[in-house]
């Protein structure tokens, strides 16, 4: 089983910065199926990212993701309000699908 | 509308057993994979199992495989996840979900309920 290990725990940031959330994995994932979902409390997570650096409909284009191998990367480039949320990243190169324990933005 | 609505979540005693549904509009069931996957509190996702479109596999995490199974009924395009023989450690909000630019290993969901909770304790 792929473990991902997201950093760091808690990310404090002011709205119009730039966010850079990680995600590593064990060992190499297949294919870069990684995935980005951010979830708003209260809420179900949101797919963001697919395939390491595909957005999702929808989704805006300051959200934007990068990596291969074992590191991968989500960046926010100006933080709106909506996006002081928690970020998961998920793997399904493998089996079985696997997610991070997740990366908080919090205003600072 | 496309959109999921679970129910059915409770509190349990250890040992017990629980029944979730997750009722679908704007799609099919028999059109698309459908997951499981659930969220102790304060912790990350975990998913715990899905069924293809026709039913003929279904798939689970190991540490529920023989205690929880997934169905679906075409008839009421809903969704549901028996749990039989419930833990403590089964506590978890549970959401029902739309598979997604899947590949044979696996997928990302792109659409999900609003989640049901589970509370397994004596």
Redesign the interface.
């Known amino acids: 089983e792929i473990v991902l290990t997201q950093s760091p725990g808690t990310l404090s940031l002011s709205p119009g910065e730039r966010a850079t959330l990680s995600c590593r994995a064990s060992q190499s994932v ?2 870069s ?1 990684v ?1 980005w ?1 951010r979830q708003k409390p209260g ?5 963001l990212i ?2 390491a650096s595909s957005r ?2 929808g989704i805006p284009d300051r959200f934007s993701g990068s990596g291969s191998g074992t590191d991968f990367t989500l960046t926010i480039s100006r933080l709106e309000p909506e996006d002081f949320a928690v970020y ?1 990243c ?13 990366t908080k933005v919090e205003i600072k | 509308e496309v959109q999921l609505v679970e129910s059915g979540g409770g509190l349990v005693q250890p040992g017990g057993s629980l029944r979730l549904s997750c009722a679908v509009s704007g799609f099919t069931v028999s059109s698309t994979w459908m997951s499981w996957v659930r969220q102790a509190p304060g912790k990350g996702l975990e998913w715990v199992g899905n069924i293809k479109e026709d039913g003929s596999d279904k798939y689970y995490v190991d540490s529920v495989r023989g205690r929880f199974t997934i169905s679906r009924d075409t008839a009421q395009n809903s969704l549901y996840l028996q749990m039989n023989s419930l833990r403590v450690e089964d506590t978890a909000m549970y959401y029902c979900a739309r598979d997604h630019y899947g590949v044979p290993s696996g997928a990302t969901y792109d659409i999900w309920g609003q989640g049901t909770m589970v509370t397994v304790s004596s």
């Open positions: 297949p294919g199926y995935a979902y809420q179900a997570p949101r797919l697919y395939g999702a409909t998961h998920q793997q399904y190169g493998s089996s079985p699908r696997t997610f991070g324990q997740g």
